[in-house]
């Protein structure tokens, strides 16, 4: 089971995520319901995906996907991700900060994969709002609750940042310059 921060704070997730198979076969489509699917589904099914009867559609990017391969779909998605295999991979810091800046993506960008609570704070300032914490199995009820409030505070982690970032362009410096001015 996982733990979903949107936006800071703990939320429901209705999105349910489809993965290929272990022989690389992709799942079939349900009729309804909010489905987070990988590219390469989105790539050969998407009309099929936008055509059912109900649910939103998203996308979920690999590590080595390029952003680029949904830029001209992001009108059509509610929601992207970005997954991280390994808590020590950091390709997706990039991949959400050209979501945002070059591709102009305005909607939920979801971390999903080994996120910890140490990555929260920076996985913000690169763009992204809602993150999918791994758990782990057999964890009881009121340890989770616990683990997931202690996980919220890692956004007063840091009271200021000299580097520019998605939520803050300016650097430190020239902020303290127009405050100043």
Known sequence: MATLIRNAKLAHDSW??????????LPSIPPQGDLLVPLKLWQL???????????????????????ALIADSLDA??????????????????????????YGWKGELRAIGDIQRDQLFYLS????DA???????DVPQEDLLRSAQAALSAFGDFSEAYQTSVERPLPLFRRRGAEVA
């Not at 936008?50 to 080595?64: E, F, I, K, N």
């Not at 300032?125 to 992204?128: K, S, T």
Request: charged fraction near 25%.
């Open 131 to 137: 993150f999918e914490l791994n758990d782990g199995i």
């Open 16 to 25: 349910q995520r489809l993965e290929a198979a272990a022989d690389g076969g």
């Open 45 to 67: 099914s998407s009309s099929a995906l936008l055509g059912r009867p109900s649910g939103r559609v998203g996308v979920w990017l690999a590590p080595q996907e390029d952003p």
């Open 125 to 128: 300032r690169v763009g992204f």
């Open 77 to 102: 998605l509610a929601l992207i991700a970005v997954h991280f295999p390994q808590f020590t991979d950091g390709r997706g810091y990039s991949t959400a900060r050209l979501l945002r800046e070059r």
